[in-house]
């Protein structure tokens, strides 16, 4: 029988439906319904593409012996951290504080009031590698309960008073100047892996906020360090296997130093995070691999990602059926010399095999290799090699695919428009900047309330019934201005300034200006979590106060101008210590520090041939953070087309800084010029 999982919106909470388990959502009513029967609740935590959610389910949470003790002496609750990212940040920080690590699945254990006192992650079925299993985890739990509360209740009073205890030193008030940007850039450098790109060691993930830090940090001084390493850093990624080599777009992070065998779920956070970098990184240097990787990865996102009402879905999973019915990480994407061979004849087995580093033993499991861009002595035929990549992308479109996780989030989708709305303008692809209208389209219609209130989620043209956290409103916003300065569309701008409204109003504490990732009036959890570091994604924190520079640029207005500076504090005080931690907020910190510069570019017509010149030269300037308004001198779609008229009757562009504007240009070089094109 399923249990109340069954109508979820959530594709995770809906793989669980038909478990054994009694399984509740997060809800006031799994508490009330522990505290009647005075048990503990069992909190797992995980997502749809996780591979280790999916075999501690199959372990455990489909077990009936498992699902009947659980039933008996727990109630028990499932959530997707992706739904509920408070619910998740709230708990991990408590599972980090007491075990010094985290991940996911988490399984925490927690009073009926909600206060956590036993934690961990995966646990085995039976005992293994110092691990207890999760049986033996299910009665120690049930044990302490039942005979030692006191002590349950101790632990758990504790740990909810360290937390609120543990805040955040925000620094100043005031945004990092010239010395901490240049000291975050020496610290990176210290960190930089010169050999094989990237950062740190295994496992290495995409430093995508970090890479945008350096373009704009060369952008602004002309930094050839900082450019290299963000140039290294995408072209060992983009050549390695965490990159598609036949579909484009990006896995999650690489298991070892050398890009070599990724972790295979692909997330949309990545790939439009990864999209929009290269796009940038082809903007400062010209680079035609960049411009090829910024296509393929916003080819991949539109084919499959894009959902039937226009948004994007959340990810693809990492496994998938091999073939025998075995559910197997990797098994779509890997490829034997004898694949090869059956696929494409001898003689262009070859050639794939060298072109793509596939070798006899494998660079993956069972002989299997992920196909990589290794960089070679001599020359290949490109219409040979661009044949069998197609072949070989025909054949794999027959294997059994990954599974799709089906839910729009909202911030997500805010940055994949972004992404989408600048590649499609910079590489002449009006259908990308359509997708990426349509994916506004959806959250306005179906993610926005009448008050521009936002919920997190939505599946199958069904909002879910999260409220929206900081990084929605933020990264929403964000999306917004972006696709506002490639469309010349001033309604986005309107909407963006009612998202940031909420970010002032229900997000930002009035005395500091720090920022909290749940409004005012959410939920209340045991702590109110406050997390400015990135992690996957550029933090609430860092994309609240780059949209709010953003949105001040556009409008004038102090209040938003005010409220970033203020934001960007912690900035100041991180960003030498940890710059790999809050890269995003750096890159805002560069934009604050330019301008960042205005561009009101004005034209007859929206159609006008020297007008749209204009307009694109505006938007491949390299000047961190440049907002650019697109019209006719009448409109009132922009504040800053205002006053701003025709110049001999021809189109033109007005820049302004810091409150001095330049003269106004009829030519796209003297403009390229202005925007350190």
Known sequence: MPNRLAHETSPYLLQHADNPVDWWPWSAEAFEEARRRDVP?????????????????????EDAATAAFLGEHFVSVKVDREERPDVDAVYMEAVQAATGQGGWPMTVFLTPDAEPFYFGTYFPPDPRHGMPSFGQVLEGVRQAWQTRRD???????????????REIGYGTARPPGEEELAQALLALTREYDARRGGFGGAPKFPPSMVIEFLLRHHARTGSEGALQMAAD????????????????????????????VPHFEKMLYDNALLCRVYAHLWRATGSDFARRVALATADFMVRELRTAEGGFASALDADSDDGTGKHVEGAYYVWTLAQLREVLGAEDAELAARCFGVTEEGTFEHGASVLQL????????????????????????????PGRDDKVVAAWNGLAIAALAETGAYFDRPDLVEAAVGAADLLVRLHMDEHAALVRTSKDGRAGANAGVLEDYADVAEGFLALASVTGEGVWLEFAGLLLGHVLTRFTDPESGALYDTAVDAEQLIRRPQDPTDNATPSGWSAAAGALLGYAAHTGSEAHRTAAERALGVVGALGPRVP????????????????????????????????????RTAL???????????GTPDSEEFPLLADRPLVHGEPAAYVCRDFTCDAPTTDPDRLRTALGG
């Open 41 to 61: 609740v069992l909190l797992s935590v995980g997502y749809s593409s996780c591979h280790w959610c999916h075999v501690m389910a199959h372990e455990s949470f």
């Open 151 to 165: 002590e349950v209740a101790d632990v758990a009073g504790k740990i909810v008073r360290d937390l609120a205890q």
């Open 233 to 260: 850093t995408c072209e060992r990624m983009a050549r390695g296997g965490m990159h598609d080599q036949l579909g484009g777009g990006f896995a999650r992070y690489s298991v070892d130093r050398d890009w070599v």
């Open 374 to 401: 290794p960089v070679q002595e001599g020359v290949f035929d490109a219409d040979r090699v661009e044949s069998v990549r197609r072949r070989l992308l025909a054949e794999r479109a027959g294997r059994p695919a």
């Open 580 to 615: 790999r931690f809050i890269g995003w907020g750096l890159a805002v910190a560069e934009a604050l520090l330019d301008g960042p510069r205005e561009v009101a570019v004005v034209g007859p017509s929206l159609d006008d041939a020297a007008a749209r010149a204009l307009h």
């Open 620 to 630: 491949l300037g390299t000047a961190p953070g440049t907002v650019v308004a697109y």
